[in-house]
């Protein structure tokens, strides 16, 4: 598959998804996500989407990262019907498969932020 095509295919999952999940998805794992990317294999047989929580971690008890592998087992288990979702939007003769992973990019930047932030705060005191 060309390059320009493979892009353009991951940006239109990446848009559907979002608009499709929030709408149409009624499993209870799956709280509200952001889909921060989409790689499309060589063939685009496959595709492996990022996921990151966008609710607050702190709002209920349960631990972040069983949080988001219930998410990721609500999302996986809903790729069929997430793909009959993407065949309507797709003008593709196959649907990629849908593989779910975890991005911890934005969990590492605010990790990031925080400790840069007790530097500085150690700093000032000094």
């Known amino acids: ?3 320009h095509r493979r892009l353009k295919l991951q940006s239109v999952i990446q848009k559907e998804l979002a608009y499709q999940v929030p709408r149409s998805l009624k499993d209870p794992r799956v709280p509200w996500v952001t889909f921060t990317a989409v ?40 790729s069929g019907f997430l793909r009959k979702l993407l065949s309507k939007a797709l003008m593709t003769k196959y649907v990629p498969e ?8 934005l969990e590492n930047s605010i990790r990031v932020f925080e400790l840069l932030k007790t530097i500085q705060n150690e700093n000032q005191t000094e």
């Not at 849908?98 to 990019?105: C, H």
């Open 1 to 3: 598959m060309h390059i």
């Open 39 to 78: 790689e499309l294999n060589q063939s685009g047989s496959r595709a492996t989407v990022y996921v990151a929580l966008t609710q607050s971690i702190k709002e209920d008890n349960i631990e972040p990262n069983k949080k988001m592998q219930k998410c990721l087992k609500g999302l996986t288990a809903a």
């Open 98 to 105: 849908l593989f779910f992973k975890e991005d911890k990019g």
